[in-house]
Nanobody
């Protein structure tokens, strides 16, 4: 199994930045990809972006592309989500997840709240 713990959420004003962290433990050697998802109140969870653990390739949803950046620290088994130029519509609970293969996400963190005020 892989355990994930997110941190770094909070309340910020529009235009500000936040950096979320997701620390993985357990069978980290088997991680293929780590992703960030978010769920706003009353909405379904949506994909924000992901990073392939071996080569660092990243992908982003259109809603965050150009504002959010995903990076990783292999030595710390940690993935980061740098969020810049935040908007009120970015308000959500943010989750990290790990995929052991390319087919699905197998483990999820508990989530961290991000609130952006206008």
């Amino acid at each position: 199994q892989v355990q994930l713990v997110e941190s770094g959420g909070g309340l910020v004003q529009a235009g500000a930045s936040l950096r979320l962290s997701c620390a993985a433990s357990g069978r980290t050697f088997s991680m293929y990809m780590m992703g960030w998802f978010r769920q706003a109140p009353g909405k379904e969870r949506e994909f924000a972006g992901d990073i392939t653990w071996s080569n660092g390739r990243t992908r982003y949803s259109e809603s965050v592309k150009g504002r959010f950046t995903i990076s990783r620290d292999n030595a710390k088994n940690t993935v980061y989500l740098q969020m810049d130029r935040l908007k009120p519509e970015d308000t959500a609970v943010y989750y990290c997840a790990v995929a052991l293969s390319g087919t699905r996400y197998d483990y999820w963190g508990q989530g961290t709240q991000v609130t952006v005020s206008s």
